[in-house]
């Protein structure tokens, strides 16, 4: 897909990969609406695609507020008249057992992660089925494929996101509107400032930049793929995973349960899994370590 003058709405786009994503199409002339939930930071990201010559459109909205984002599809309708693409990227984790974490706290992450997706879908799906044009990009993870300790319910919104985006590819199948998943490893953004992570290490050698991820959005818009893996070798491990599960799951769920051991624990106020959350000083351990 050549992107000149095509319309790329991202979610998520004040930080990370969605930031990284918004300037590497403002990069090859798209116009860009980034979606966020802080004006401000919007703004910041619009001033740094001020020097490409395309148009631009900040909307703040909480992509788990399905009225907020039926207002930002209207938005963007009456500004462009069409979307061409439109890159499911909010997201975040708590991290902690499950035993630990509020039913609110596990709610939000599926809120943001799967219905936020589904809400943006649905709000952008019919006129890209009226063009007969469009690609929708669902950014997911590795932990799309493997359930892990410590960010079960992560994991949950993220197997849900890649069976919804499997189901929803077929039925579009005939059309000319498209769905691919990009999955990466492990990337080196905001996504770990979130407090449950305080006791993690930051990031593993092996991270990515947001800039590679982004440019496997980009690529994934000219794939006929359901899936991207990155980097592509990882998909060794995830066939490895669905081929010898007995072997695999065992070796990934016992070196991954050892860092829960240590982990400090959170009391949440609310539902905002993302703001609502302040350290305490209660030590969990809910796993066993072996
Ligand atoms: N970093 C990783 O290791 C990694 C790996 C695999 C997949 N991913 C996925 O990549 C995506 C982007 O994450 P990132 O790593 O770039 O993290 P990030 O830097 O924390 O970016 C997350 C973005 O999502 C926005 N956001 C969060 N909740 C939102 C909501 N309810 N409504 C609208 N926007 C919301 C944030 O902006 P505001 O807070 O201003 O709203 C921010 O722009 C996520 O879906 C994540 O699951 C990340």
Redesign the pocket.
Known sequence: MKFKNKVVVI????????EASAIEFAKNGANIVL????KS?LIDVEKKLSKYKISTLCCE????QKTQVKELSNQVLDKFGRIDILVN?????IYGPVSDQSIEEIESQMH??YF?MIYCTKNFLPKMLEQNSGHIIN???V?ASFGLPGIAPYCAS?FAMLGFSEGLRHELKGTNVKVTIVS????R????DHPSFSSMPKYSPASLS?KTVAKAVLRATNSSRLEIIVPSVVRGAVWAKHTFPFIVNPIIGSAIRKRLSSKTSYSSSSGDG?SALEPTSKSSSSFNSN
């Open positions: 979610t998520g786009a004040s930080s990370g990969i969605g979606v966020g939930r802080k930071k909205c909480d992509v788990s990227n909010a997201g975040f984790a943001t992660n936020g950014v997911a993870s932990a993220k990466p490893i492990m990337v953004t905001n996504f770990f947001a993302a």
